[in-house]
């Protein structure tokens, strides 16, 4: 079976920094684009940051200049340096990977648990 686990959240202090990875598991036969989402209380889930298997890079505007998403393909992980964070980075964070299944060769769209970042003084 393959698994997303997700690690690093935490609290910090406003301008603060903290580093999430999220590694998969299991019999994986490649992995194709990576990202990470956020999702605040009442609010919808939004695209943080994603990368291809190209190494091209998106950003939300939000977080522009602040955070750096990258991608190690030989751990199988996808990591989040987040730095001068706001209150408003505040949110659960989920890692998000199109993993090619060694079983089936096809391609599905998984999830990681999600991990808890809070901002506040």
């Known amino acids: 079976q393959v698994q997303l686990v997700e690690s690093g959240g935490g609290l910090v202090h406003p301008g603060g920094s903290l580093r999430l990875s999220c590694t998969a598991s299991?019999?994986?036969?490649?992995?194709?684009?990576m990202g990470w989402y956020r999702q605040a209380p009442g609010k919808q889930r939004e695209l943080v940051a994603a990368?291809?298997?190209?190494?091209?890079?998106n950003y939300a505007d939000f977080v522009k200049g602040r955070f750096t998403i990258s991608r190690d393909n030989a751990k199988n992980t996808v990591s989040l340096e987040m730095n001068s964070l706001k209150p408003e980075d505040t949110a659960v964070y989920y890692c998000?990977?199109?993993?090619?299944?060694?079983?089936?060769?096809?391609?599905?769209?998984?999830w990681g648990q999600g991990t808890q970042v809070t901002v506040s003084s």
């Open positions: 299991g019999s994986i036969f490649s992995i194709y684009d």
């Open positions: 990368i291809t298997s190209g190494d091209h890079r």
């Open positions: 998000q990977m199109e993993i090619r299944l060694t079983a089936t060769h096809t391609s599905l769209g998984m």
